[in-house]
């Protein structure tokens, strides 16, 4: 099975370097607001059509990632 990541490209020349679906200008960023904002999968992919189910998975696994990796540093006042 495809690793969901290999869908997600990060170019300094697209989008300032935002994470995108590749080959497009997409950012894991607005398909997450689509998704926050209450739009279903089939709803981005009616608006969005050369977008796969699989292209919005990556976008969230992606972001889940990111989130896991990301580490908070706690200093005393």
């Known amino acids: 099975m495809e690793k969901l990541q290999e869908r997600i ?3 300094p020349e ?15 960023w607005d398909i997450l ?4 904002s209450d739009m279903s999968f089939e709803e981005i992919i009616e ?3 050369h977008l796969t189910r699989q292209d919005i998975l990556a976008a969230l696994a992606f972001a889940a990632n990111r989130e ?3 580490k908070i540093l706690i200093t005393a006042a």
């Open 9 to 11: 490209s990060i170019n």
């Open 14 to 28: 697209i989008r300032f370097g935002k994470p995108c679906i590749k080959g497009t200008r997409i950012a894991v």
């Open 33 to 36: 607001g689509w998704l926050a």
């Open 47 to 49: 608006d969005f059509p």
């Open 68 to 70: 896991e990796n990301t």
